[in-house]
């Protein structure tokens, strides 16, 4: 088992910035990815960030150059840096660990609203 704990969500006006931090424990030592999706409300799960363990990030392409993934090994934490952030950032961002032959464990989400 994996357990994912999120933080760093909240109300921003838009363009400001946020960070998420998402610290990993349990069973991590065949993790190969760390990551964040998000739900708004009446729409799917979409994927917003992943990073891998050899380094290299994926991004969908609405956040792409306002949203940065990064990761510190040493404490098993995946951070999203989100600037520039607009009123169709809100929803709730969720964490994710990929696993190999487990599949994927999520955290319990973090609510992020951008609103004047």
């Known amino acids: 088992q994996v357990q994912l704990v999120e933080s760093g969500g909240g109300l921003v006006q838009p363009g400001g910035s946020l960070k998420l931090s998402c610290a990993a424990s349990?069973?991590?030592?065949?993790?190969?990815?760390m990551g964040w999706h998000r739900q708004a409300p009446g729409k799917q799960r979409e994927l917003v960030a992943r990073?891998?363990?050899?380094?290299?990030?994926i991004y969908t392409d609405s956040v792409k150059g306002r949203f940065t993934i990064s990761s510190d090994n040493a404490k098993n934490t995946v951070y999203l840096q989100m600037n520039s952030l607009k009123p169709e950032d809100t929803a709730v961002y969720y964490c994710s660990a990929g696993v190999l032959e487990k599949g994927d464990y999520w955290g319990q989400g973090t609510q992020v609203t951008v609103s004047s």
């Open positions: 349990g069973s991590i030592s065949s993790m190969y990815a």
């Open positions: 990073i891998f363990s050899g380094g290299s990030t």
